[in-house]
Structure formats: C-alpha cells, structure tokens
C-alpha cells in the first residue's frame, strides 16, 4: 500500500497546483493498485488544505484509464527531490 509519506506528497503536489489555478478536472494521478487509489483519495479529502470538493474532482486511476488524454499527471514513484523537478517533468509530457 501506498505509504502515508507518499500520500502526503502528492496532496502537496496536487495543491500547490490548484493554488497555481490548474483546475482539479485538469489533475490526474495515476496509481496501479485499487489501494493506492483509495488511500490517495481518503488522504486528500481529510488532509488537503483546500476545499474538499476540489481534491474530489481530481481523477485518480489506472494508467489504463487516462491513456489517449491529455492531463496534468502525477504518478506516484520516483521521489522528485522538489516540486519544481515535478513541474518540469509534467510540462515535458
């Protein structure tokens, strides 16, 4: 399961992006496991700093489920020494 450091981050990650006005229907994570999922989803709507209907209008599923679309992507895996590595890994995609 996807461990609550993770979790942590990619709500960090997510929010700094709608603090920069990406809109959350923008926002995608990608995750392999249903439990990741569900722990992304759960630690963001009790945990994010921001409104909670922001965080529940961002798509987290499969790669399988985004594949032909164009979103901003996080996909949780290798560690991003800071977010603006991040950012200029999702400008490249």
């Known amino acids: ?7 942590a981050n990619v709500e960090k990650i997510v929010t ?13 994570i990608i995750t392999p496991y249903e439990g990741q999922r569900a722990h992304i989803v759960q630690y963001m ?5 921001m409104r909670s209907t922001l965080y529940e209008a961002i798509e987290v599923a499969s790669v399988d489920a ?3 679309r ?4 996080h996909s949780p895996g290798p560690a991003y020494h800071n977010l603006s590595s991040l ?6 995609l």
């Open 1 to 7: 399961m996807l461990a609550s450091t993770e979790a």
């Open 16 to 28: 700094r992006f709608l603090k920069s006005g990406v809109n959350p229907e923008q926002i995608g």
């Open 45 to 49: 709507a009790y945990n994010g700093t």
């Open 70 to 73: 164009e979103k901003v992507r």
């Open 66 to 68: 985004f594949q032909g």
């Open 87 to 92: 950012i200029n890994t999702v400008r490249t």
